[in-house]
């Protein structure tokens, strides 16, 4: 798999949007010699990019092949919906010529918010740059904008929480980074493995049992160790790509997270 999302991606480095263009074109002009036209910034849009999804991708499967494409699109056409200024780069927050708050663009993901590389294993300081976002974001900053701009601000804000809570929890970060890759997690898909049932089982009777704040603190230092044992085996199966063993880590942080829960409620 990691084999040939490297090749589309060279692909697009290559050829680009223009080549797409071109090719679109010479397909229906041997379709129909009085084809109309395909302009990939007119309503054509969508139909453009179908077909030269076909042409580019005959045996991809359809979501690489559609990410590809619409990414494309996003990263070419990317213009400010007050001034028309287009950028090379996804637009936030702002921007750059004019300084106005920008709608959601959802091509953003979630490490891109934060300046990060996409990796699972995060060493910068989330917290401080949550807070710098927040701060960007505040009501107090936006309330001479217009109406739009303080509705687009507030969205921004929601996200930019979102975001924060899905990497800075290693559970969540694991499935979204795995989402990113076009690999869904079923988390409530149960673990058929006798030791481990046993073992969260036994968990949950001392939770149950815990004569007082002290005894419940060290089931959850335990259950820490337990969650940084399995991120850390995740963070190994994601770099080897192997993904069902991604997503047996996963499971059973969601073990281990549950019991947290718990915890919590009763401390």
């Given amino acids: 798999m990691m084999r040939r999302k490297q090749h589309w991606t060279s692909l697009s ?3 680009g949007c223009r080549a797409i263009h071109s090719i679109a074109n010479r397909f ?17 849009s969508t139909l453009f ?4 999804k076909s042409y580019l991708f005959p045996n991809a499967p359809q979501f690489y092949a559609n990410r590809f494409c619409s990414e494309s699109l996003k990263r070419q056409y990317a ?3 007050n001034c028309n200024a287009q950028s090379q780069r996804s637009l936030f927050l702002v921007c750059d010529s004019c300084q106005a708050i920008q709608p959601l663009d959802h091509s953003v993901d ?15 300081n989330l917290d401080r740059k949550y807070k710098d976002w927040q701060k960007k974001l505040h009501p107090d900053l936006v309330h001479s904008k217009s109406e739009k701009e303080r509705e687009f601000a507030a969205q921004q804000s ?13 559970r969540l970060r694991a499935i979204y980074i795995l989402k990113l890759e076009g690999v869904d997690v079923n988390e409530e898909e149960t673990i058929s493995e006798p030791q481990l049932l046993a073992e969260i089982m036994e968990i949950r009777e001392a939770v149950e049992e815990a004569p007082n704040s002290n005894a419940l603190t060290d089931i959850q230092s335990l259950m820490r160790e337990k969650l940084q044992h399995w991120s850390n085996s995740f963070a ?3 770099r080897s790509q ?3 063993e991604a997503i047996s880590c996963i499971q059973r942080m969601t073990y281990y997270d549950r019991v947290n829960e718990e915890i919590a409620k009763r401390l």
Avoid: M
């Fill in 13 to 15: 480095t290559l050829l």
């Fill in 49 to 52: 990019f179908h077909v030269a």
């Fill in 79 to 81: 213009s400010c919906w």
């Fill in 236 to 238: 190994n199966a994601f």
């Fill in 242 to 244: 192997k993904f069902e």
């Fill in 110 to 124: 979630y490490f891109q918010i934060f300046g990060l590389e996409k990796n699972y294993e995060i060493k910068e």
């Fill in 158 to 170: 929601g996200r930019v929480i979102d975001a924060y809570r899905t990497l800075s929890n290693p």
């Fill in 28 to 44: 229906f002009l041997d379709q129909s010699p009085s084809a109309p036209h395909v302009n990939s910034s007119s309503g054509n």
